[in-house]
């Protein structure tokens, strides 16, 4: 069973490694299939399939996700692994810090529904796994905000796991918690039988989640990964993956935890200390609003002025299949998927185009390159939805921004040096040079046939700023 669980784990993060370093995630298969499948964008994606999936596998075998599909978690295991080779470190029981873990996950739950989309983007391990492999794959397209987020989750992950295994997953992470929830009562589950038990601590010393409680001889099924690590090292076959609970031949001997009492002997659980909710609730809420409270505002555009200056668009672009900017930002997790797959590199990380409480979502930079008025390739492969699928008759119907000409910023304009690069290069005939009130020459362009591709932008040569930007809708 580890050997299986070791493999599936590895297929599914080399899958996502290869759909990234190849820069399109259409490779063998289905497309797109191994993304989709995560929980957080299955949620954002509304995929009523994988989600009944995964809740379903949850409430059977326990968090069978965690350790064979989450990309993530691979890591965190390679690392661990690598640690205790290396170190020598034995692993020990540790009690389940169950306030943070909730108050974790209602944060991301009350930022998710405000539309604070950077703490989904942050705390999604899916999010954050193929947002380091973008960086790596495309470093100058994911942008210094992309590869700062991704350097320094990588840097977290790779200290903590080498520390404590899998306490990322059992303390911050959102899914781990939300899974574990359903874990805790699984039909099957892993458990000790105390009358082959013979207390070695093997067990315990390999336990990555460190849920092994042998004073108890009870395993925190909420934290379990389903490993299969424990079972392998247990000299006696002492645990097993079964239903129900192991009872001892002799039941006079069986162990009672705290006050439970003599009662505790026919219960086929563990008993559970009871959780202080509205402790849970209000940490949640106070963290949100923390973060609501440091959000910045949208970005402003300078002033009109009769001379050159800097041209900034009132609203940034967003990629192709975007339906509106507020579902956008509520359903993207910051994966990097697009950026990782866009064949001209135009779609880049956010920094603070959106304010922080958008950062590290995509945002099209017409200043690096340009958006090919043929290609659907990132509305194809977004497993949140947040970009709709389009086909290219859709795409050129479906405009992502417009245009924008400053005349005090034309060459043509201001010097008479005949230019015509956004006439010869707009690839829909979108552009047209007229001649203004005071009779000199100025590009124009034409809202109908526009689609915002931002070829004009970026072929611009005017210095030392650009006389064409790409405003979003």
């Not at 038990?197 to 389903?226: F, M, P, W, Y």
């Not at 417009?402 to 034309?410: D, F, Q, V």
Request: with cysteine; charged share 15%.
């Amino acid at each position: 069973m580890k050997a299986y669980r070791a493999i599936s784990s590895g297929l599914f993060a080399m899958r996502i490694i290869v759909a990234a370093a190849i820069g399109v995630a259409v490779a063998v298969g289905v497309p797109c299939i191994f993304s989709k499948m995560q929980l957080v964008p299955a949620i954002m994606a509304c995929s009523v399939v994988w989600l009944a999936i995964w809740f379903a596998v949850s409430a059977l075998f326990g968090r069978l996700y965690c350790s064979t599909v989450c990309p993530t978690g691979a890591l965190i295991d390679l690392i661990s692994k690598l640690s205790k080779r290396r170190r020598g470190k034995h692993f020990s029981y540790s009690a389940p810090k169950n306030r943070l873990r909730v108050a974790v996950l209602l944060s991301v739950i009350v930022c998710a529904a405000a539309g604070i989309s950077v703490a989904v983007a942050v705390f999604d391990p899916y999010s954050a796994f193929a947002r380091m492999v973008a960086a790596c794959r495309r470093p100058t397209a994911i942008g210094l905000a992309g590869i700062a987020g991704a350097t320094a989750t990588l840097l977290i992950i790779a200290v903590i796991s080498w520390r404590r295994g899998r306490l990322l997953c059992n303390t911050i992470c959102p899914v781990g918690t939300l899974l574990g929830l359903m874990s805790k009562y699984s039909l099957y589950h892993p458990d000790i039988n105390t009358d082959l038990c013979v207390n070695c601590g093997q067990c315990a010393d390999k336990c990555a989640s460190e849920c092994i409680d042998l004073k108890s001889h009870v395993i925190d099924l909420s934290r379990c990964t389903v490993c299969f690590d424990c079972m392998a090292v247990c000299p006696n076959d002492a645990i097993t993956f079964r239903r129900g609970r192991h009872r001892l031949t002799m039941t006079m001997m069986q162990r009672v935890v705290g006050n439970a009492g003599v009662s505790a002997i026919n219960r086929p659980d563990s008993p559970v200390r009871p959780i202080d909710r509205r402790m849970f609730l209000s940490t949640g809420l106070m963290s949100a609003v923390a973060m609501v409270t440091a959000a910045k505002s949208a970005i402003s555009a300078d002033g009109n002025s009769s001379s050159p200056h800097r041209l900034l668009p009132l609203n940034y672009v967003l990629p192709p299949g975007t339906s509106s900017r507020e579902d956008f930002f509520k359903r993207c997790t910051a994966c990097g998927a697009c950026i990782s797959a866009c064949p001209t590199g135009v779609i880049k990380a956010s920094s603070n185009e959106f304010g922080v409480r958008h950062a590290l979502t995509p945002v099209m930079n017409f200043d690096r390159s340009f958006c090919l008025v043929d290609c659907v390739i990132c509305t194809e492969i977004c497993p949140t939805k947040a970009l709709k699928p389009l086909t290219v008759d859709e795409k050129l119907t479906s405009p992502i921004g417009k245009a924008r000409i400053e005349p005090a910023n034309c060459i043509l304009y201001a010097d008479s040096v005949a230019c015509s690069v956004c006439v010869r290069r707009c690839p829909l005939q979108a552009i047209s040079i007229i001649r203004d009130n005071n009779g000199k020459q100025v590009p124009k362009v034409d809202n109908e046939l526009c689609t915002g591709c931002g070829v004009c932008s970026y072929a611009c040569p005017s210095q030392p700023y650009k006389a064409i930007i790409i405003e979003g809708k």
